[in-house]
């Protein structure tokens, strides 16, 4: 697939996807027990990877 595919689909995800997505939330489900362990710092890193990751998935899905 071309670049432009690839930027339109991923401009698609931020916009139309991920507001709907409490990255915040989705983290601490995700962590469970440890996310009490982390402090805000961390915190932030593992919502920026799940935020990441999603992003990664729903384009894959996407572009299928």
Do not use: M
Request: proline share 2%; hydrophobic share 30%.
């Amino acid at each position: 697939q071309d670049n432009e595919t690839l930027t339109s689909t991923l401009n698609l995800t931020k916009k139309k996807i991920l507001p709907y997505i409490d990255l915040e939330q989705t983290t601490e489900l995700a962590l469970g027990k440890y996310w009490g362990q982390l402090d805000s710092k961390q915190k932030k890193i593992f919502e920026r990877d799940i935020k990441n990751s999603l992003i990664h998935d729903y384009n894959c899905e996407i572009n299928y």
